[in-house]
Structure formats: structure tokens, C-alpha cells
């Protein structure tokens, strides 16, 4: 006998109590749990992803569906940049880099983006095998897209028109898969990598444009086989790093005096999108401390409750020889266990929220995030569930402690 | 075993009860007869230092009862002394075997290893070890009771109305199990009680006068 079996079995004998309070509390932690999970990982992503990107040129329109489509690769395009002019900005004195993107195809909603290799530099890509893109229509995949294509080195595949599955196919050129990344931990893993040219091709654009080719022009700085200055083509955005802090004065207000153009901050538009996002994050975590704290009480009904038809049994244990601090002490590690239940079942049920969502929704798959972690909050979750349980137990001990156990006995 | 000289005690509002004085030696028994309110479940209480704020002295085994702090009486009463009521006494989440574990668990002394066997053996209680105690019948919840109390190996054994509940079988069944258990760890027994079946059991009587 000690004091765990003694707890057990009292739980046990209100098995439905028991597990009505536990699962009131669960509910309540679960949620906070699901909410940490996806704020904190969400957040990590979203810098991780727009890290060393300083500015996004777009055409002009909604600059977060630009910072969310050009970055993080889930809204469409606001529309397309005329080559010319995205040169002009990538010429600018204080532009260090200047990396293009074309979008317009996708394989099975696995965005095709036409670029050039400092794209992938700047999440420090690595290829598992192969060899980057180089040739019109060669393709770089990235981990993921690999692994639930099946594709490997050597394969071939159709576009679907269009940034989502189940577009037109541009059934007359095919995609080569060259090389495959490995695992970065970003967006990048989601993404086919391709030329500027290759996406061209497929829209049938190829034609239109004038190449270098011993000819005198002079090439394209964005895209090398391109003469420079060829304003009959478009990209849909430019990625670019400054030079200088002095850049993130300058550029943003000189792109958006071009009438085309725009101009949109991925530091800024992100924490708009928190602020925007917080404010439903907030809003759901009142709900929770609103259930763990019915929770709490039920909590603390139920042990009060019980505790009035076991005035008797304490008072016989006392008989027995127990010390009123013994029986204080029972009555707090009711309650404890009780919270502690509860709260282990909450996170594992956050946990497991987090892991089936992953598995029913592809975009929540594709942004990596995952339910095998263990947050600090989560301890702090746990730690604060043990004091739930001990203030929840508090006046039920108070009581047993100044139980006068003679009348007890003697009133039965 | 068990001293009681001058005591009185008195319950708010209520004329203070006297008590006869008497002395227990090892594994005596003692009936204690009265009509109801004439302070017999008072006195096991004060005996068993259950109630304080009493005059006059009481021993047990040795030890003065009177001026002890309530966690003192704890210990005394873990060690020294078992208890029996009328019913409803078993915690009811527990099984047989429980319920005799926890008396060496609340009183915080070690049983021995095969004390508990041994005890549910001698009271035929071993067949039963394992079944809830809502499970089991008046009589055999009774024998927990002694089981429990004599567990121990108290120096008294405080019975309050153990038989009344029960038929004429039982009744003298459970009065013949306590007695042996009590005989043979030499423990004094008071029971108290209005049981006529038991007068002729134990010979050694204890009047209490009703004060009203």
C-alpha cells in the first residue's frame, strides 16, 4: 500500500468523474498546445524562409499575396514584370543580388519555379544527386517533392498549366528531372527548380524572345541568354539583397514610383500577417483558458464532492493511525493527479491534432510542420497543471485537516 | 494496559459525564453497558484519543493520553491501538487485502512480511483477499474489521457495537474471532455495547450511568 495505489483506487472508483474532469482539462490544454505548435513553428518557418531576402518586386497589387506567393510559394502571383524593368531595379546601385522567378507551372500542385541557381544558394541547397538545372527543361527537385513523386534522376514529366493540381498539361514538353536536393527544412523542399527560359518554353514564349548568341547585344543580367533590355518578356517577381541598409530606404519608395511595379517587404508584410494572425491565435487561446478553467472547477467539485462521502473513511483512517497531514496530503495528490492526467492527455492530443492535420491537409504537410517536438512552454504547461491541481484541492484539504473526527464517527 | 482514573468530560451546552474509574491488564476483556447517551462510544473515543479537552488521566500501555497533541495521538493510536465500529468502517475503493495493507501504510509502522497472510488465514478471509469490500457480506466485513485492527498488534483493542448489526450466527462467530485474535497478540479489549447476546461472553462488565 502507498500512496499512489491509495489515489488510483479512489480515481478508479468514479471512473466516469475521472474521466469527464480529465478530458475537460485535455481539451483545454490541447488547444494550447495546437496553438504553440503551429504559432512557433509557423514563425520559424516563415523566418527561416524569407531569410536573406530583403525586398520582393512584383507587379503591383496586394504586397502580402506577393510576399506569400514569391516567398513562401502558398498565394498566386499579383501578376507579371516586364524583363526590362525588373533589369533596371536589379542594376541599382545599391542591389547586391538580384534573383528572378518565373511561375506559372506546377507537376501534382508542386509549384515549378524558373530561376537561376542563386535561388537555392540562398537556403545553402544542397544536391542529394544529380546536377542542378542547366539545359531548357532540365529540373531540379526539391527533398520532398522527390520523395512523394517517386521521381528520380533521369525521369521525365508533363506541367499542368496553372499553380494548382489538375491544370491543362503542357503535354509537348517535357520536364527531365537532373538532380535532386537534399532536405533543407524550407520551402524550398516543395519546390521543382527550373531555368527562367524552360518556363518560357512551355508557355510558348520561347520564340518571342531575342538570345545571345554571337551576336553583339549585350546579355541580360537576370537572365544571360537574353539580350538586355527585352521588354517583350516577363518574370513574375525579383528577389533582391541590399548592399547597404541604406537600400531599405531607398528601394522600396524608387520601385514603387515605377508605374508597374511594387515593392513589398518580407520583414513588414510577415509581421502583418502575425498581427493579422495573432489576432485569431488570441482569440482561441482565451477558449482555452475558458475551458481549463471550467475544468478547474469541475476539478474541484468533484473532489469536494467526494470528499463529503468520504468524511467517514477519513475519519476511520485517522483511527488507523493516520496523521492529519497524511490525509491532507492524499487529498492534494488526488487533485494533482487528476490536473496531471489531464494535462499529459492534452499534449499528446495537441500532439496528435498537429500529426493527423499533417496527414489530411497537403499544405499544412507541405510546410514541414511537424508534431515531434517538445516546446519549453509545454514543461511550463505541465508545471503550472501541478499547481491547477494543488489550488484545486486546497479548501477540500483545508477541510480534512480540521475534520473533528470523533463527531464524525460518532454521527454515523 | 489501560488506566482510567477521575475522568469526566463534558460536551457543550451539557452536564459533564463522570466516568468510573478502571484498570485493564494485558489481554483482558471488558464489556462496557449503558443506555445509549450514557457515554460509552465518548469514552472509547477518549480512549482512544480521538476526543481531548477531558479531565483527569488515562493510560495506555504506559502512556499518558491527557495534554498529548493531536499528531501524538496519531502515532499512539497507529501503534498502539485498533478499532472496530458497528459498519461501514472498510474503504470502499479497496479490496480485502488493501484495506488490511493500508493499516501499516496510515500508521507508519512495517507489518512484516506475512503478517497480513497470516491474519486473513486465521479470520478464513483468505479465499476473499482479493474481492472488493462492497462485494463481501455484513459478517465477513466484520472479520476485515478485526483483521484490521488486530493487524498491528495493538496493546487495546477498541470495539464499538461490533455485533449489533449482525444475526445470532455471526454475532457469535465475529465475538469468538475477536477475542482469539485479541488473546493471542495479549491485547485488552473494551467493547462497548448494548448487545445482550454478548453479556455472557465476556464476564467483566463496565456500567456506564446515563447522566440524564
Same mark, same amino acid.
Given at each position: 500500500m502507498n500512496l499512489g495505489i491509495l489515489v488510483w483506487s479512489y480515481l478508479k472508483a468514479k471512473p466516469l468523474n475521472t474521466a469527464l474532469n480529465s478530458l475537460l482539462l485535455a481539451l483545454g490544454i490541447s488547444v494550447i498546445v495546437v496553438l504553440i505548435l503551429f504559432s512557433r513553428q509557423v514563425e520559424e518557418k516563415i523566418q527561416s524562409n524569407a531569410k536573406g531576402i530583403d525586398l520582393v518586386v512584383g507587379a503591383k497589387g496586394s504586397p502580402l499575396q506577393l510576399i506569400l506567393c514569391t516567398i513562401f510559394h502558398i498565394d498566386f502571383p499579383t501578376g507579371n514584370i516586364n524583363l526590362a524593368e525588373a533589369e533596371k531595379i536589379a542594376r541599382h546601385?545599391?542591389?547586391?543580388k538580384a534573383i528572378p522567378m518565373a511561375l506559372g507551372d506546377s507537376y501534382q500542385a508542386y509549384r515549378i519555379i524558373g530561376t537561376n541557381r542563386d535561388y537555392p544558394a540562398l537556403y545553402n541547397a544542397e544536391l542529394n544527386e544529380g546536377k542542378w538545372f542547366e539545359k531548357e527543361l532540365d529540373v531540379t527537385l526539391g527533398a520532398q517533392v522527390a520523395a512523394l513523386t517517386g521521381f528520380s534522376v533521369g525521369d521525365t514529366f508533363a506541367s499542368a498549366h496553372g499553380?494548382?493540381?489538375?491544370?491543362?498539361?503542357?503535354?509537348?514538353h517535357d520536364f527531365v528531372v537532373v538532380g535532386i536536393m537534399k532536405p533543407t527544412g524550407s520551402v524550398l523542399d516543395n519546390l521543382i527548380l527550373t531555368s527562367v527560359e524552360s518556363v518560357w518554353k512551355v508557355h510558348d514564349l520561347a520564340i518571342d524572345y531575342i538570345s545571345v548568341g554571337d551576336t553583339t547585344q549585350k546579355a541580360s543580367?537576370?537572365?544571360?541568354t537574353v539580350a538586355a533590355g527585352d521588354s517583350t518578356i516577363e518574370l513574375t517577381s525579383l528577389l533582391l539583397q541590399y548592399r547597404s541598409p541604406m537600400g531599405a530606404i531607398q528601394l522600396p519608395r524608387y520601385v514603387n514610383q515605377q508605374s508597374s511595379l511594387q515593392a513589398a517587404s518580407p520583414a513588414f508584410e510577415t509581421a502583418r500577417l502575425f498581427t493579422i494572425l495573432g489576432v485569431g491565435v488570441d482569440a482561441l487561446m482565451v477558449l482555452a483558458y475558458v475551458l481549463i478553467f471550467i475544468s478547474a472547477i469541475s476539478i474541484f467539485i468533484a473532489l469536494y464532492n467526494s470528499l463529503k462521502e468520504r468524511r467517514f473513511d477519513l475519519a476511520i483512517m485517522r483511527t488507523m493511525g493516520a496523521t492529519r497531514l497524511k490525509l491532507v496530503f492524499t487529498i492534494l495528490a488526488e487533485g494533482i493527479s487528476l490536473t496531471l492526467v489531464g494535462t499529459v492527455a492534452g499534449i499528446f492530443l495537441g500532439h496528435a491534432v498537429v500529426w493527423s492535420m499533417g496527414l489530411l491537409i497537403e499544405e499544412i504537410h507541405k510546410t514541414g510542420i511537424t508534431s515531434f517536438v517538445l516546446y519549453q512552454e509545454e514543461w511550463i504547461i505541465l508545471a503550472g497543471s501541478l499547481l491547477l491541481g494543488v489550488l484545486c484541492a486546497c479548501i477540500p484539504a483545508w477541510q480534512v485537516y480540521r475534520t473533528d473526527i470523533s463527531k464524525v464517527l460518532a454521527g454515523n | 494496559m489501560v488506566a482510567v482514573k477521575n475522568l469526566s468530560f463534558s460536551y457543550p451546552h451539557a452536564k459533564p459525564i463522570l466516568f468510573p474509574d478502571f484498570e485493564l491488564g494485558n489481554g483482558e476483556h471488558v464489556l462496557l453497558l449503558g443506555d445509549s447517551g450514557s457515554g460509552k462510544t465518548t469514552l472509547l473515543h477518549i480512549l482512544g484519543g480521538l476526543?481531548?479537552?477531558?479531565t483527569g488521566s488515562v493510560m495506555i500501555d504506559g502512556t499518558e493520553l491527557s495534554g498529548r497533541s493531536e499528531q501524538e495521538l496519531d502515532h499512539l493510536r497507529g501503534q498502539k491501538i485498533g478499532f472496530v465500529f458497528?459498519?461501514?468502517?472498510?474503504? &470502499?475503493? @479497496?479490496t480485502v487485502k488493501q484495506n488490511l495493507q493500508l493499516a501499516p501504510y496510515l500508521a507508519g509502522v512495517s507489518a512484516g512480511p506475512d503478517r497480513i497472510d497470516e491474519v486473513l488465514a486465521h479470520l478464513s478471509l483468505t479465499n476473499q483477499?482479493?474481492? &472488493?469490500? @462492497?462485494?463481501?457480506s455484513q459478517g465477513q466485513a466484520q472479520r476485515v474489521a478485526i483483521a484490521r485492527a488486530v493487524l498491528n498488534r495493538p496493546s487495546v483493542i477498541l470495539a464499538d457495537e461490533p455485533t449489533s448489526a449482525l444475526d445470532d450466527k455471526n454475532c457469535e462467530r465475529v465475538i469468538n474471532l475477536l477475542l482469539q485474535a485479541a488473546s493471542e497478540t495479549k491485547t485488552a479489549l473494551v467493547v462497548a455495547t448494548h448487545d445482550q447476546r454478548l453479556k455472557s461472553i465476556i464476564p467483566k462488565h463496565i456500567f456506564l450511568n446515563s447522566t440524564t
Open positions: 546601385r545599391l542591389v547586391k499553380l494548382s493540381a489538375g491544370g491543362h498539361e503542357h503535354e509537348e543580367t537576370l537572365v544571360p | 476526543l481531548r479537552g477531558y458497528q459498519r461501514n468502517h472498510l474503504i &470502499s475503493s @479497496l483477499q482479493n474481492r &472488493s469490500v @462492497l462485494e463481501i
